[in-house]
């Protein structure tokens, strides 16, 4: 008898492991707000990973810098991936840039979206306006996702009804090369977003960690106090170059070096981060 309840829970645990997994978004089609230094970079990626993707800003002149600014970036990336084969590279650019459509009329496109990536001015009245409006366009399943790297996710996520399908997606420059994307969590977040949002960035070939939303989440919260202990060691005449030791040690090390190798959960602990705004 115990040996058929233990099979009888498992096989329901396995199911409904499953079904949750099923629920899960499988992100597709990804509108990015913003086409500048980070949103370029989110939509170029996206696209060159099998996203088709749209790019969102105010002007067409400023589209037109942002497809150029990709079509570089991407020329770049194909001539070191396909050094042995230049066709396929020429391909793969083509292939990428045709994946991004533009447009400046926001609310136009996020009908037909699964995830709307906002990069636009850090500025949180900018941003609450910007997604109270998509949140009427937006189609029901659609997540929202900013890339704000120091205001309250919360309070963004506040200006729409969808609070459970509301996160922060913190991509780091530049996008292309940095591996580490911060996953925040707000207390509304659901669990099949955050975990939609978890795939996603693997998708695009990052490493992404999550991050209760805290201050500084994860990488500027460790960042801030680096940067001031290297002006103290400067400003004591510890050290005899500054710029040296920020630019060759303190930003790879953070940045680009030990954090982005943290796993989700050992990113969490040295962190201590709670809901706590300090
Ligand atoms: N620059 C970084 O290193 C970095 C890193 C991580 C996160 N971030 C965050 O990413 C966001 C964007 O930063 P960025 O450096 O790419 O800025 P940016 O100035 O290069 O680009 C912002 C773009 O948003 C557009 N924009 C402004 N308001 C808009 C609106 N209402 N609708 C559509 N487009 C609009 C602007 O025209 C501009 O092209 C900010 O929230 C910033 O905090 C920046």
Redesign the pocket.
Known sequence: MAFVTRQFVRAMSSSSAASAAAKKIMVKHVTV???????AGIAQVAAATGHTVVL???TED?LAK?RKGIEESLRRVAKKKFAENPKAGDEFVDKTLSSISTSTD?ASVVHSTDLVVE????NLK?KTE?FTRLDKFAAEHTIFA?????LQITSIANATTRQDRFAGL????PVPLMKLVEVIKTPMTSQKTFESLIDFSRSLGKHPVSCKDTPGFIVNRLLVPYLLEAVRLYERDLVPDYRRLYTSCLLPHCISGRVATLSASEAQVPTGLDDKRV
């Open positions: 707000i913003g086409g500048g230094l980070m949103g969102v800003d105010q400023i942002s926001a990069a636009i001015v850090e900018v910007l900013s890339n704000t790297s120091s913190h991509f780091f420059n």
